[in-house]
């Protein structure tokens, strides 16, 4: 399992004790994880590193796409993917838990009030959807806020620092990646041109293709051994 949790902080802890420089790579291949995690891991790497750039040779996914957001350039080329970071909610059923897109609640939440509100008659057909989901609502804005504000506040602090409208640009980055809307799906892949057209900080590996090689080789040979 390579999802990013709480043990993964004891592993980045160990490889970066004793370096002596203030320049980090982080060879990336994750599904996600925890924000929560993701932020301590941010702020470890922080703590220690003032450059920090992330490569990423397949696939960052969710929470590890917000990791790579908080670097100061990412490395790609046409075989690497990043992907939303809209967060998914683990919902309780009798038949057994699910995850939900956040924002997917949040929608139909905001679509039951406002049909409600047109028509109250319309109360005892959403009234079982609302016992089961709204309690999940306001979980759901918070997560969706957190995504949000982590990825912003990284990118402003270190991709962007000192740019004037580094503010600006976090923001438009960060919403594009946390829109559910416009993805369609948490697990749809977001390809390096789409990358580089939000205006991300990306190092196209395919410009220097012995680099490109040597990191594909050893993608291949941690995946594979």
Excluded at 135 to 151: G, T
């Amino acid at each position: 399992p390579n999802s990013i949790e709480e043990r993964d902080l004891i592993g980045f802890s160990d490889l970066i004790d004793g370096a002596t420089t203030n320049k980090l790579d982080v060879l990336v291949h994750s599904p996600g994880g925890s924000a929560e995690v993701t932020e301590q891991i941010v702020d470890l790497l922080r703590s220690k590193f003032d450059d920090i750039r992330f490569i990423v040779p397949h696939m960052a996914m969710s929470a590890a796409t917000m990791l790579c957001l908080s670097g100061n350039a990412i490395l790609m080329d046409e075989r690497s993917a990043l992907g939303p970071i809209d967060p998914q909610i683990r919902i309780p059923l009798p038949t057994g838990e699910v995850w939900l897109p956040a924002q997917v609640i949040i929608d139909e939440f905001e679509r039951a009030q406002r049909t409600i509100a047109d028509n109250p008659s319309m109360l005892p057909i959403y009234l079982p959807w609302l016992s089961q989901f709204g309690p999940y609502v306001q979980i759901c804005r918070n997560a969706l806020d957190l995504s949000k504000e982590l990825v912003q506040n990284w990118m402003r602090e270190f991709m962007f620092a000192g740019e004037t409208d580094a503010a600006d640009k976090a923001q438009r980055i960060a919403n594009y990646f946390a829109d559910h809307n416009l993805h369609k799906s948490h697990a749809r892949t977001i390809r390096i041109n789409q990358v580089i057209a939000q205006g991300v900080k990306v190092l196209d590996m395919r410009q220097d293709q012995k680099l490109r090689d040597l990191v594909w080789r050893l993608y291949c040979a941690i995946d594979l051994l």
